[in-house]
């Protein structure tokens, strides 16, 4: 699938292009219009760059307490009952 975005991204800017920008499909998806009637898709793509960002972001932060924990040999990788009492 990223070979897919990849080549259709190569295909509309070209590679000179393609290299120079951060994110060429959100680029891309900017100069979409057809007919007046379906456009503005660009609120589509950066509304799907936040949410799998939060997902990454979440997966990397459970991965490492749980490579904490098992790298410290705790039983369970969350935070005790006691340390959260104030």
Not at 22 to 29: D, I, L, V
Not at 42 to 70: D, H, Q, R, T
Not at 74 to 80: D, G, I, L, T
Request: charged content about 15%; proline content about 3%; aromatic content about 12%.
């Amino acid at each position: 699938m990223l070979a897919i975005l990849v080549a259709v991204d190569i295909m509309i800017f070209g590679i000179p292009l393609v290299s120079s920008l951060y994110f060429p499909s959100y680029t891309a998806a900017e100069i979409i219009d057809i007919v007046g009637f379906i456009s503005r898709i660009e609120v589509l793509v950066s509304g799907n760059y936040i949410i799998f960002g939060v997902v990454k972001i979440s997966v990397c932060l459970f991965v490492s307490c749980k490579g904490v924990a098992k790298l410290f040999k705790f039983k369970n990788y969350k935070v005790p009952r006691l340390l959260l009492r104030q």
